[in-house]
Antibody, heavy 122, light 109 residues
Framework: QVQLVQSGPEAKKPGASVKVSCKTS????????INWVRQAPGQGPEWMGW????????NYAQKFQGRVAMTTDTSTSTVYMELRSLRSDDTAVYFC???????????????WGQGTTVTVSS | EIVLTQSPGTLSLSPGERATLSCRAS???????LAWYQQKPGQAPRLLIY???SRATGIPDRFSGSGSGTDFTLTISRLEPEDFAVYYCHQYAGSPPLTFGGGTKVEIK
């Protein structure tokens, strides 16, 4: 079955970086892009950006531009999201979700990873 | 940026009752690229409805979506115990950023 399995929880200090992985299985990796969505405690989801697993194109939400990088490893069908210069308000659960192959828009996020808790605290 | 406003914030109902959730967009959602998700504590969002009115795979027919333009509705015809959760609307049209509503909590009365 289609699955997205994310890496485990992370605890980081302010100013550090975190890299979260999302390993896919059960479908053709390059047929779907991956979105990253985060959810702060008690808040609604927030879209961070998207990467095409077909050609590596990315589209990041303006709020995260300059601080986020999304990459793929086709040999392991895994997508990575790195967030730099962490602040306390980056504390959230980070989800990967399957989406469009060539564009972030117009394609629903139909399968989600289980989430990775990132805690930023001094 | 398309802002999605959900109402009410909380809906207190009994099992068997009908739930009607609203999602209003600050501008028209292209091609009705509007989805609804259900989320339970400690879990990822689960896709219920996409394209404003199409049920996702495996979703019971008591869930239905309607609307277009700026006004959308999720209806749960008869609440089952497992339906008590938080529901989010989400627009996935082509202009970034993709956005989510603030959520409606459906709680047991």
């Amino acid at each position: 079955q289609v699955q997205l399995v994310q890496s485990g929880p992370e605890a980081k200090k302010p100013g550090a970086s975190v890299k979260v992985s999302c390993k896919t299985s059960g479908y053709t990796f390059m047929s779907y892009g991956i979105n990253w969505v985060r959810q702060a405690p008690g808040q609604g989801p927030e879209w961070m950006g998207w990467i095409s697993t077909y050609n590596g194109n990315t589209n990041y939400a303006q709020k995260f531009q300059g601080r986020v990088a999304m990459t793929t490893d086709t040999s392991t069908s895994t997508v990575y999201m790195e967030l730099r210069s962490l602040r306390s308000d980056d504390t959230a659960v980070y989800f990967c979700a399957r989406g469009g192959m060539l564009a972030f828009g117009g394609v629903r996020m139909d399968v989600w990873g289980q989430g990775t808790t990132v805690t930023v605290s001094s | 940026e398309i802002v999605l406003t959900q109402s009410p914030g909380t809906l207190s109902l009994s099992p068997g009752e009908r739930a009607t959730l609203s999602c209003r967009a600050s501008q028209s959602v292209t091609n009705s690229f509007l989805a609804w998700y259900q989320q339970k504590p400690g879990q990822a969002p689960r896709l219920l409805i996409y394209g404003a009115s199409s049920r996702a795979t495996g979703i019971p027919d008591r869930f239905s979506g309607s609307g277009s333009g700026t006004d959308f509705t999720l209806t749960i015809s008869r609440l089952e115990p497992e339906d008590f959760a938080v529901y989010y609307c989400h627009q996935y049209a082509g202009s970034p950023p993709l956005t989510f509503g603030g959520g409606t909590k459906v709680e047991i009365k």
